[in-house]
C-alpha cells in the first residue's frame, strides 16, 4: 500500500498497527552477528533518504501493510528453528508501536536486534542497538537524488545526526556503531563523530565496537568498494563487515 511521499509520519491505520515492507527468514548479513539465523521484520517509513538506501520501498517509495503485534509474533513463531529476530527499516525507531513490538519479542525469549539510523532513542527491550550513523556521503545531493531533484537534501542533512539520541542508544543497550564506506574521504567525519560521542558519554566505545561497510546494494557494487573499506579498517584499527546477504543473494528481495 502506497503511502504519501514524505512519509516521516506514517499515520497508523489503527492503534498498535505497524507498517510492515516485509518479513522474511534470513541470514544475519552485517555486524558482529553475521551468520546467524535471524528473522528480519523491515517496517516501513523513514526520517532520512540516503541516496544510496538498499531499501528504497521503505524510504524513497514507502510500500506496506498493517501488521498487529500478535499478527508479526505468529509469523516470527513460524520460524520455530530461530532465536534471533532483527528488527529493520525504513527507521523502525519511529513507531511507538515498535517498543511492544521489542518487549513481546523479548518476553517469547528472541534475542533481539534494532537496525537504526540513530537519530531516535526509544526505552524498550534491546539486546543489540545497530546503530548505522549517518555521514555526510550519504546526502541526497541533486546529483545523487534517485528520486527528484535534491528536494531532502536539507531535512536529510539536518537530521541525520543527533548527539543526545546518539549518547542515549549507546548508553542504555549493548550497541555497534556501523558506518557506510563510500571511500577515505569519510574517515574524518568518522573520526570527529567518534571523538565527539567518547566526549558526550562516560560510556566506553571501543576500536572494536565500530564497524566499517562497504556501501553497495549489489555484488557489482561491493566489488568497487569492499576491498578499499577492509584497508580501511586495517589502517584506523576499526573492524570490517561484510554484506553477507549480499555476496550471497545479490539484492533479492527477502534476504
Ligand atoms: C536499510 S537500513 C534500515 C535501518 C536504519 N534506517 C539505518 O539506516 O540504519 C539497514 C542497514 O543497511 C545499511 N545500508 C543501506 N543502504 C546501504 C548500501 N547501499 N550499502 C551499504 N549499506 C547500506 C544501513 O546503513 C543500515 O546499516
Ligand atoms: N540478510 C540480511 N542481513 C541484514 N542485516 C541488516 C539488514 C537490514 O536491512 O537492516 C539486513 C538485510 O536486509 N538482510
Ligand atoms: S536511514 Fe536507513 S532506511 Fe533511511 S534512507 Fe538511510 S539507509 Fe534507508
Ligand atoms: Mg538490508
Redesign the pocket.
Known sequence: MPVNADATDVASESEGDLPINELFYSLQG??VLAGVPTVFI?TSG?N?R?W????YH??WEPTHAWMDVDEILAEVESHEQCEHVVV?????MMHTEVVELLNQLSANGYHTTV????TIHRDAAIDLA???P?LAS?TPTPAKDPKGEGEWEDKHEERRVDMDALSSLVEQYEFQL???VTGDQDMPEIESLLQRLRQSTTRRIGNDDVLL?????TRE??EE?REATAELAMEYGYRYTP?LH?DLWNDAPGT
Open positions: 552485517e555486524g523491515r523513514c532520512l540516503c544510496f538506501c538498499d531499501s521503505t524510504s529493520t527499516g525504513g527507521e523502525p537496525e537504526t539510523n540513530g545497530s546503530i548505522s549517518k550519504s556501523k558506518f557506510v561497510m562497504p556501501e553497495g546494494a557494487r561491493l568498494t554484506r549480499v
